[in-house]
């Protein structure tokens, strides 16, 4: 008897006729694929190189942490199930158990000590070394619990550890600063527990994931994702409106209103954690300001407060927001926004005064201005190159003469490291969800020994500052901690290192027939977080 042929799908019917005439699967290849189009992409494939967000963006898909950051900020359980301070220099984390590698290998404490071990050998001109400053010992008690000895209480180490990404001890053996973002960017060493496999990485082009299916959380729908950098803004809602990427990351603020009227798309936004803010040099010596002739000034004017104050009073925040950032963005009155532990709700809205600032230059015996270089990243954070751009015609307006220079991320921060810059502005975002983060990173006086200020590059010191900030990091009540860094954003304004200038708002396009996204305060655009449309 003739057995009935087995049932075929349609889908099946169609790959089987593409197969024979050599037709592209278009169909069924492009179901689960996904495709990003994003304005920056990683700068390595190793996780440790760099601490930039969109590095780290990009590689959360690949390497997991220890912790994870929520949509809102919100610590939760990643590699770690549980933590605890089981004495006031030690916390306990425990393992989650089965979690494989993407070469089937098992996850255990090794991974995490080896981990933690080499971020400070590898990381580059952003350094990592800040997520583990505190760590002084990693104790294995088990494969699935490891104990970590800090340098005194460590109250904030969980909230750090959500940049602490895990890579395979046995596929990173032994590699050096020297060589390995190759190891890791041919795929040698690219070897992680994330929900996506590396595949390849075109630098300044394009990342490509596969879907890992022994991960051990939730099944990830998306078999493929490619993360498209398209760093122009125009390209990148031109390649959405042609269907080329199924969703774009910081779509420009001009184009929301016309990309909210287009019946085939949708739009996202939130408003973030990162904030712009302009750091000034307080050196002796600075590189980039001179007399207007370009003559040598006998001071660095940055040094003055009152200079500093006439600068804070030059810039309209409000206007910056509304009109160069076209409403999405908020002005700011600290380093931190107010979602985050540690705001001080005390301090009032900063205004422009033009009068009180051309009067405060006289006073500095600047009545004429000076000369000065402004570098800004042009790529990195939505509105970054027309916020910096009106900031400079705004000082124009009491005497300063700027030279406004846009930069690339990748060419800013490896010379903002250097210290190359007199004024600059970029945007740093408070991810860790507490004040403390940002504080000791970028205006806590530079301490190599106690791993401090590692972004702290212009020469500022406060002694009163530094005592809040470490005072903070070992302060274990939480009520007490939050007013310790309260009183440090207050002296931060008072002081002037950094000036707060704007929060960044960000919007995603997407093809609402495809996908839905849920935003996140960080703006990271994680596979993860995004569906198919139902």
């Not at 590689?59 to 949509?71: A, C, E, Q, R």
């Not at 299916?213 to 490619?226: A, F, H, M, N, T």
């Not at 004024?423 to 940002?438: D, F, I, K, Q, R």
Request: glycine share 6%; proline share 7%.
């Amino acid at each position: 008897m003739t057995k009935p042929l087995p049932h075929r799908s349609p889908l099946w019917r169609t790959a089987a006729l593409a197969a024979l005439i050599g037709l592209p699967l278009c169909g069924a290849a492009t179901a689960q694929t996904l495709t990003i189009g994003v304005r920056a992409g990683p700068e390595s494939i190793d996780p440790h190189f760099t601490a930039t967000g969109t590095h780290a963006e990009a590689l959360k898909h690949v390497f997991d942490t220890l912790t994870w950051s929520g949509d809102k900020l919100q610590i939760e359980p990643r590699l770690a199930l549980s933590w605890k301070a089981i004495e006031p220099s030690v916390w306990e984390f425990k393992l989650r158990p089965g979690v494989k590698f993407h070469d089937g290998s098992d996850f255990t404490a090794e991974d995490v000590k080896f981990s933690i071990e080499r971020i400070p050998v590898v990381a580059g001109p952003n350094p990592t070394t800040i997520y583990v400053r505190r760590v002084k010992e990693v104790k294995i008690v088990d494969p699935l619990t490891v104990h970590i000895v800090t340098d005194g209480p460590a109250p904030n180490l969980p909230n750090d550890f959500i940049r602490l990404f895990i890579v395979s001890h046995k596929a990173a053996a032994g590699l050096t600063k020297d060589n390995a973002n190759d190891a890791f960017n041919t795929g040698k060493a690219a070897i992680g527990t994330g929900p996506y496999k590396f595949v390849s990485w075109t630098p300044k082009d394009q990342l490509v994931l596969e879907r890992f299916d022994g991960y051990w959380g939730e099944k990830e729908p998306w078999q493929r994702v490619l993360r498209k950098e398209l760093p122009n803004d125009a390209a990148r809602v031109a390649q959405l409106k042609a269907g080329q990427v199924d969703i774009i990351v910081r779509a420009p603020a001009s184009d929301v209103p016309t990309l909210k009227r287009d019946a085939k798309l949708s739009v996202a936004t939130i408003d973030t954690v990162y904030v712009f803010n302009m750091e000034l040099d307080m050196r002796d010596k600075s590189p980039q300001v001179s007399a207007k002739d370009g003559s040598a000034l006998p001071k660095n004017p940055l040094q003055d407060a009152k200079v500093r104050e006439a600068i804070d009073l030059a810039i309209d925040r409000p206007a910056l927001a509304e009109i160069a950032m076209e409403g999405l963005g908020a002005p700011v009155n600290q380093l931190v926004t107010p979602n985050i532990a540690g705001y001080n709700k005390s301090l009032p809205p900063l205004k422009p005064d033009l009068a009180k600032a051309k009067k405060l230059m006289e006073e500095a015996g600047y009545p004429n201005g000076f000369k000065v270089s402004f570098s800004f990243t042009n790529d990195r954070l939505p509105g970054d190159r027309q916020v910096g751009t009106s900031i400079a015609q705004m000082l124009a307006r009491i005497g300063i003469e700027v030279n406004a220079n846009a930069q690339p991320g990748a060419v800013f921060f490896p010379a903002r490291t250097r210290g190359e810059f007199s004024l600059a502005m970029s945007g740093w975002g408070t991810l860790t969800g507490e004040a403390n983060y940002t504080l000791s990173s970028v205006v806590h006086s530079n301490d190599p020994a106690k791993k401090l200020g590692a972004f702290n590059v212009l020469g500022y010191k406060n002694a009163e500052l530094d005592k809040l900030i470490e005072d903070a990091a070992i302060e274990m009540d939480e009520a007490k901690r939050n007013d310790l860094l309260s009183q440090a954003n207050a002296i931060v304004a008072k002081d002037r290192p950094r000036l707060p200038i704007v929060a960044v708002g960000s919007a995603w396009a997407m093809q609402k027939a495809k996908v839905t996204i849920r935003p996140r305060v960080d703006e990271d655009t994680l596979a993860m977080d995004i569906k198919p449309a139902k």
